[in-house]
Antibody, heavy 118, light 104 residues
Framework: EVLLLESGGGLAQPGGSLRLSCVAS????????MSWVRQPPGKGLEWVSY????????DYSDAVRGRFTISRDNSRNTLFLQMNDLRVDDTAVYYC????????????WGQGTLVVVS | QMTQSPSSLSASVGDRVTITCRAS??????LVWYQQKPGKAPHVLVS???RLESGVPSRFSGSGSGTEYTLTITSLQADDFATYYC????????FGQGTRVEVE
């Protein structure tokens, strides 16, 4: 069974930083690209960032580019999202999401971690 | 960019429900439908526009091509009251705004 367990969310002040983690199990982590997707309270889903299976290659939404950094540690089956210069509109549940084995962004999701910027 | 409609609908058990997504360009059927219940993560119902995921009831179906796609629930069940999202994966992933299916 695929399990994605996010942590690191919480309360941050505007301009502050947080680092999210996602520990993966139940699949071959280094064979799958991974993404972060967020959902503001009561609103829809927004893709945030992607990292290739090898860790070499990443992309970001315009909303977070230059402030957020995605990375992964394949030896620890862990995905990260370093969030700097946080803004009030970054408030959301952040989901870790696994792509398919052929790199298609058809996601399997973690349970999410809530980030509140206030 | 994905435009999903309606944003919400009211329906009763047994009703046929149709949700539509329109893409801003041809996405070559690279479209997935998710169901999300309150407080839970989304999960896949249909991928590749029309391929039903394992374990998903056959009352769900997806169709479409090019820029127009549809999710149909042929006979709505109590467990189906939820929010549904489309997402294209032809380019950088983008989601529709969601459709909330509520009890009439």
């Amino acid at each position: 069974e695929v399990l994605l367990l996010e942590s690191g969310g919480g309360l941050a002040q505007p301009g502050g930083s947080l680092r999210l983690s996602c520990v993966a199990s139940g699949f071959t982590f280094n064979s799958h690209s991974m993404s972060w997707v967020r959902q503001p309270p009561g609103k829809g889903l927004e893709w945030v960032s992607y990292v290739a299976d090898s860790g070499h290659g990443a992309d970001y939404s315009d909303a977070v580019r230059g402030r957020f950094t995605i990375s992964r540690d394949n030896s620890r089956n862990t995905l990260f999202l370093q969030m700097n210069d946080l803004r009030v509109d970054d408030t959301a549940v952040y989901y870790c999401a696994k792509a398919t084995s052929i790199g298609q962004s058809i996601y399997t999701w973690g349970q999410g971690t809530l980030v509140v910027v206030s | 960019q994905m435009t999903q409609s309606p944003s919400s609908l009211s329906a009763s058990v047994g009703d046929r429900v149709t949700i539509t997504c329109r893409a801003s360009q041809d996405i070559i059927s690279a479209l997935v439908w998710y169901q999300q219940k309150p407080g839970k993560a989304p999960h896949v119902l249909v991928s590749g526009a029309s391929r039903l995921e394992s374990g998903v009831p056959s009352r769900f179906s997806g169709s479409g091509s090019g820029t127009e796609y549809t999710l149909t629930i042929t006979s709505l069940q109590a467990d189906d009251f939820a929010t549904y999202y489309c997402q294209q994966y032809y380019t950088v992933p983008s989601f529709g705004q969601g459709t909330r299916v509520e009890v009439e």
